[in-house]
């Protein structure tokens, strides 16, 4: 919810949402992300700090007008091919963003100008979708920057991974690939 939404709800000036919601804030039932965006955090999120990542990069994206997709070693997890868990919550956008701390979720925001013509998957969360690369886009982007897929040994078992898996298409990689350096494909 905005700012606005909940001054509106509460019916008062908005200048007053911020003192309103203080000690819910303190006591973990809501979570500011971005100036302006407030997210309730449900009963099971509560010692997190806030929902996880797939859950909160949707609103929150959406709030600053940024267009986005989850990609690297966290889309990689989504399409059932890292082994390891990921120390942060990896996202592309089409702009700088700085880097945050949401509960106990680390997002790194990584400028992409390739954003807009990337193909994604619609995954559904409980406030409706988050956009993650496709399974094809997901592989030429964890090989096109392997630092930021914590190096290249995992860059490499996490491209086996999903090689092996059955929805990757040669095909769609191969479409995809002038889109991303000749290194990468």
């Known amino acids: 919810m905005t700012t606005a939404e909940i001054a509106q709800i509460l019916a008062v000036p908005r200048g007053q949402v911020r003192q309103r919601l203080h ?15 407030w997210i309730a955090v449900p009963l099971e999120y ?4 806030a929902p996880e ?6 609103p929150v994206m959406k709030h600053l007008g940024i267009q986005y997709y989850v990609g690297w070693l966290s889309a990689a997890a989504i399409h059932g091919a890292s082994h390891n868990a990921t120390q942060q919550f990896q996202v592309a956008v089409a702009r700088t963003v700085r880097d945050r701390k949401i509960g106990r979720t680390r997002f790194r925001f ?35 920057a392997p630092h930021i897929a914590d190096g290249m040994d995992t860059a490499a078992t996490v491209v086996i991974e999903l090689a092996e898996q059955p929805k990757l298409s040669m095909q769609k990689v191969l479409a995809l690939s002038p889109h991303f350096p000749a290194a990468a494909a």
Request: glycine content about 8%.
């Open 110 to 144: 990584v400028n992409r100008s390739r954003v807009p013509v990337i193909p994604v998957i619609e995954r559904q969360t409980r406030s409706g979708s988050a956009r993650v690369a496709s399974i094809e886009a997901t592989a030429l982007d964890v090989c096109d």
């Open 46 to 49: 509560r010692l997190w700090g």
């Open 23 to 37: 000690a819910p804030t303190q006591r973990g039932h809501w979570v500011t992300p971005a100036s302006g965006l």
């Open 53 to 58: 990542g797939i859950e909160v990069i949707e």
